[in-house]
């Protein structure tokens, strides 16, 4: 499993305690399991990564064994099982941004942040993660950050945005 | 001006509201289908428009719905697939971001027709902020009585339930979407039985693409013959087409089926021609796992004859001169592209997003994009293309899923046509791998 930064009980706030229950009951009785990957949503939210504490208390509200949680968690590619910073850029790196010019912005994204795909800065504020198509091609080149995209990237852009996470 | 059934009102602002979207004719199949129509008129009438699945594969969507298992006691499932993930392809972001309500009322009128009292819209994860749209449109149909139960006080009852997905291209195929659906890794199911006999919860299920289930609103509020009459032969109604790469207007259209691909690539109502200053060098027609054809063969069929938007067309010369309409990625490449870096760049999507159940698409995927990724960078042998053909050859039609075939038509296909450029890359690795270098050989440039 993944590297552990503390040990510490991860226990949802009470609105997502309320949201844990109401997604579950959207399924049928004993298939509870399919509230499984929305759960991990959630956690990573509160969390910033699907923590290995955060995964065994989703199986403990879930029923199901830890194992269950940690072999869903790791076949997708949208949860950290490593611990990221503050935001996280997804940046696209399939064919129809890269005709757009994607590999330099990405080139020139690295640069500015002074790492390398999978790392994050030293001060905590970014890592940086390569992703396969995020559906906005027409718009590319795109990263995602949380729920946000950013489309149509430059380098100027690219500068305006980091600029602003910084402040 | 060309028929629009989708996005005729995508302009009208606030049309993500429940009150505007009702204010523009939205619902009234709801009230149509539940109030004066049986489940079996409805499939009916999808079973006369012909409209093929708009995911990819095409199959007719009146005739699935129609294998569905109806066994006492058992509930039935209908869920929508908005796993959109095929490089190329962003039309059901686009559909379900601006009209969330076109969707949620065609969830409505398929469940009634299929017999459903629970559904599903499984969204990729990336699109949590398209999840938020969808999952407030639902509030709003069920505050005004649309969803729930009793809808309409006609005794049917319907829950929507919107399932983020957590980021995986295989998830898109419809049995990795069920194992998805009830929380398991995404993993493909073995077929039969289809999930029509035992689908999501082992029950008999429908799974759709979002632009499938969206069309039959207006179907069920024009009739199936009146779909029918749009589009070219079995290709019936019209498909929303996203293109993306070296045009003039990226962005999705929906084009009645039948449209000259010359006159979508060059009409300022459409793609407003190749990038200025640049000649059209190839195509991928339908999401980034279709065969890729050169410029001259993607406008014209090897008869003469000009290639048109449609199912038989694209399709026309099968896989020595055809490609496939597949999801409606459309994605153009002009002179400056570097077929060999594009070929790896697919490929490696693959290799990352293959499941690894079976072997040949598990080390083929990667094998490919190893062999593809030295040649790129210089370091090709001479017999690097036969053993891309090879393994190509040996990983379709040897997986479970289509993600094997999905993986190997692009690499197979660019060098069908393009093997000139592979070898080029072979033979010259000094100047192939300089920055912005392209093979400027024997190529048909329009």
């Known amino acids: 499993m993944s590297k552990t930064v503390e040990n510490k009980t991860v226990v949802f706030t009470p609105e997502r305690v309320a949201k844990a229950q109401e997604i579950i009951a959207r399924y049928p009785a004993d298939r509870q399991k399919s509230a499984l990957l929305p759960l991990?949503?959630?956690?990573?939210?509160?969390?910033?990564?699907?923590?290995?504490?955060g995964m065994d208390y989703v199986a403990r509200l879930l029923d199901i064994q830890p194992i269950e949680v940690y072999e869903v968690a790791t076949f997708y590619t949208m949860y950290h099982i490593d611990p990221v910073g503050q935001h996280v850029i997804e940046y696209c790196r399939t064919g129809p941004c890269c005709l757009m010019g994607g590999e330099d912005v990405l080139a020139h994204l690295k640069h500015r942040l002074g790492i390398d795909t999978g790392q994050t800065t030293v001060d905590g504020r970014f890592t940086l993660k390569e992703v396969e198509c995020l559906a906005a091609c027409g718009m590319g080149p795109v990263f995602q950050i949380r729920e946000k995209y950013y489309m149509n990237l430059t380098n100027e852009r690219v500068d305006e945005i980091i600029d602003e996470l910084s402040k | 001006m060309a028929t629009k059934i989708l996005t005729e009102h995508i302009n009208v602002p606030g049309i993500e509201t429940f009150d505007v979207y009702r204010k523009q004719g939205g619902y009234t199949a709801v009230e149509k289908a539940l109030k004066t129509m049986t489940p079996d008129e409805i499939v009916e009438e999808v079973k006369k428009a012909g409209v093929r699945g708009r995911g990819g594969a095409g199959f007719p969507m009146g005739m699935k719905w129609s294998f569905l298992a109806k066994p006492e006691g058992v509930p039935r499932y209908l869920v929508c697939n908005a796993d959109e993930s095929e490089p190329g392809t962003f039309k059901d972001h686009y559909l379900?971001?601006?009209l969330p309500h076109l969707l949620i009322e065609g969830m409505i009128v398929s469940s009634f027709a299929l017999g459903a009292n629970k559904s599903f819209i499984y969204v990729r994860?990336?699109?949590?902020?398209?999840?938020?749209?969808?999952?407030?449109?639902?509030?709003?149909?069920?505050?005004?009585g649309f969803l729930g139960k009793n809808i309409l006080g006609t005794g049917y009852d319907l829950e929507l339930v919107v399932q983020p997905g957590g980021g995986a291209y295989i998830c898109g195929e419809e049995t990795a979407l069920l194992e998805s659906l009830e929380g398991k890794r995404g993993n493909p199911r073995n077929k039969p039985p289809f999930p029509a006999v035992k689908g999501l919860y082992q029950c008999p299920t429908v799974v759709n693409n979002v632009e499938s289930i969206a069309t039959t609103s207006w179907i069920v509020n024009n009739g199936g013959d009146a779909y029918a009459a749009i589009g070219i032969g079995r290709s019936t109604g019209t498909k929303l087409i996203s293109a993306s790469g070296h045009i003039n207007k990226p962005g999705v259209y929906e084009i009645e089926l039948g449209v000259p691909v010359e006159d979508f690539i060059y009409a300022d109502e459409w793609c407003g021609g190749i990038r200025t200053g640049h000649k059209f060098k190839a195509l991928v027609a339908g999401g980034?796992?279709?065969?890729?054809l050169p410029a001259n063969l993607a406008l014209t069929l090897a008869n003469g004859e000009k290639r048109l938007m449609s199912y038989e067309s694209l399709s026309d010369g099968g896989f020595a001169t055809g490609t496939m309409l597949g999801s409606g990625g459309f994605i153009v490449f002009d002179e400056t592209s570097c077929i060999v870096r594009n070929t790896w760049n697919f490929s490696r999507f693959y290799h990352?997003?293959?499941?690894?159940?079976?072997?040949?698409?598990?080390?083929?995927?990667g094998w490919m994009e190893k062999v593809l990724h030295r040649i790129e960078y210089g370091h090709g042998h001479q017999q690097d293309i036969d053993l891309l053909v090879d393994v190509a050859k040996k990983i379709e039609?040897?997986?479970i899923c289509p993600l094997g075939d999905a993986a190997a038509w692009p690499?197979?296909?660019?060098i069908r046509h393009f093997r000139d450029e592979f070898q080029w890359h072979i033979d010259n690795p000094s100047e192939a791998t300089q920055p912005g270098a392209v093979y400027r050989g024997e190529m048909a440039l329009v």
């Open chain 2, 352 to 365: 990352h997003e293959s499941c690894g159940q079976c072997s040949p698409c598990r080390e083929g995927t």
């Open chain 2, 397 to 399: 039609g040897n997986t």
């Open chain 1, 40 to 53: 991990l949503h959630l956690l990573q939210e509160q969390e910033g990564w699907t923590s290995p504490e």
């Open chain 2, 96 to 98: 379900m971001k601006n």
């Open chain 2, 125 to 144: 994860g990336e699109l949590m902020y398209v999840i938020r749209i969808l999952e407030k449109a639902i509030a709003e149909a069920e505050a005004k």
């Open chain 2, 288 to 292: 980034s796992s279709v065969p890729i």
């Open chain 2, 411 to 414: 690499v197979a296909s660019a």
